[in-house]
């Protein structure tokens, strides 16, 4: 008797979208910008992730790090690391490509109204924090104090130079920005983001915490904010694992009892601690 | 002394110590200013000053012939800066030599802080069994702190 596949969530076909703008970001790191009008616009949640579909090379998971009140345009940054990321980086204009999704769970945008935001990212993990950024901002007046921390390996390496610098230019948010290691000339900080965590003003019972980068940086990251007394249930995390299908079918990206794709990638650090304790997950 | 006494207790390293223990550390306090590009102290030296840093940013830097300095890491407000003071006067464990300093601190810009000169402030450590064990459990807590920074940092994990 045949089994009837479990439902999921977003298409399981891809859609075919068309490149509107390049930016390359960094020498290894590109931003696509394509085009969704044909397709109706594309509406997701901050935090959420797309299957990009390069024909001939594969699909990868890329977080979305555009603004998502701008549904008609699509944006994703992708780092050339690996076989398909670095044919999707030497895109170009006009290039198509197959987009499945939404995927998976967002920043809790709509459940900190009123609450102080704070964003802490490391390397390109600002791009999965860019789209709850860029909400934030827009709707300013419904939250409290907003702060952007992130850091980067040197000032080289530095994402999104002009945004952090319209960020700090808006006098209601507050971003400090630190490097692991600086050559010479570079005025900013030098030392690891946890050091920013530390000296950051905050009140522990309104803040809600959004944290993105490598897993090692989140769990340091959010140790220091516990330790300055944030609720672990008010501190989220971005996490990553390997992901096929994208809605919890293939098992790939299984945490534990958790899904990457779907019950992530956005989750509490009260969920996510004991799992990020054992090292075999 | 009395403001000086106030704002001292609201400096995160000593936040919270009994009332009795910050007096007993005014007279070791005053407060200093420093220019952007002032050193605080130079690798080599004896340390001889305990600061706490108030305003501004402190990078610490080693320095190459002929190249500028290159930076380890930068401190800022409410963090803590020299160490080696609380050595001074006793043997250490590297053949009884008390280590010297071992980075330059340089004023990133207009630098505020309370410096606690060490000598005066090992002697009330030392005439204090309690504020000796309460501030070298903080200070402790501070190097902890620093280590753990400095293990990810070298890590390298961004790449």
């Known amino acids: 008797m045949p089994v009837a596949a479990p439902s999921v969530t977003g298409s399981m076909v891809p859609r075919l ?6 930016v390359r970001e960094l020498p290894d790191t590109v931003t696509l910008h394509l085009d969704a009008d044909p397709a109706g616009g594309f509406r997701f949640a901050p935090g959420q992730f797309n299957m990009l579909y390069l024909f001939g090379a594969g ?10 009140a701008s549904p008609g345009l699509l944006v994703h940054t992708i780092r050339a690391v690996g076989a398909v990321t670095r044919p ?25 109204l009123g609450r102080d935001i704070l964003f802490v990212a490391g390397g390109l993990g600002l791009a999965p924090l ?19 921390l992130y850091g980067a390996r040197t000032p080289e390496d530095i994402l999104f ?47 809600v915490a959004m944290l993105c980068g490598p897993e090692v940086m989140m769990r340091f990251t959010a140790r220091t904010l516990l330790a300055r007394a944030v609720p672990p249930s008010a501190i989220f995390l971005s996490v990553e694992r390997s992901m096929k299908c994208g809605a919890g079918l293939c098992g790939h990206c299984q945490l534990g009892p958790a899904f990457a794709c779907k019950d992530g990638p956005v989750l509490p650090w009260s969920r996510l601690s004991p799992l990020l304790a054992v090292p075999e997950l | 002394m009395e403001t000086l006494e106030r704002s001292l207790r609201e400096h995160p390293f000593l936040r919270d110590l009994p009332e009795e223990h910050v007096r007993l550390l005014v007279g070791c306090a005053k407060n200093t200013r420093f220019a952007p590009g002032d050193l605080l102290f130079r690798e080599g030296e004896d340390e001889a000053t305990f600061y706490l840093l ?32 609380i050595f001074g006067g006793t043997p250490g464990t590297a053949g009884g030599q008390v280590p010297p300093v071992t980075l330059d601190a340089r004023a990133r810009d207009n630098v505020l802080a309370f410096s606690l000169d060490g000598a005066c402030l090992r002697e009330k450590m030392d005439n204090d069994d309690r504020l000796g064990h309460l501030l070298t ?16 940092t070298a890590l390298d994990l961004y790449g």
Do not use: N
């Open chain 1, 17 to 22: 979208l068309r490149v509107a703008r390049v």
């Open chain 1, 59 to 68: 699909e990868v998971p890329i977080s979305i790090s555009g603004d998502p």
């Open chain 1, 88 to 112: 999707l980086c030497d895109l170009k204009r006009g290039g198509t490509l197959g987009v499945r999704g939404p995927f998976g769970t967002s920043w809790p945008v709509e459940g900190a």
């Open chain 1, 130 to 148: 860019r789209p709850a950024i860029a909400h934030v901002l827009t709707h300013r007046a419904d939250y409290g104090r907003v702060t952007v």
């Open chain 1, 161 to 207: 130079r002009k945004d952090l610098t319209r960020w700090r230019g808006r006098l209601d948010c507050e971003v400090e920005v630190t490097v692991d290691r600086a050559g010479d000339g570079f005025r900013g900080h030098v030392g690891f983001v946890t050091a920013l965590v530390e000296r950051a003003e905050l009140d522990p019972q309104r803040t």
């Open chain 2, 54 to 85: 108030r305003t501004g940013t402190v990078a610490l830097e080693v320095h190459h012939p002929g190249r500028a300095a290159h930076c380890i890491e930068t401190l800022g407000p409410g963090d803590v800066l020299g160490v080696s003071w």
């Open chain 2, 137 to 152: 459990r903080r200070l402790l807590e501070r190097v902890y702190v620093r280590l753990a920074r400095m293990r990810l």
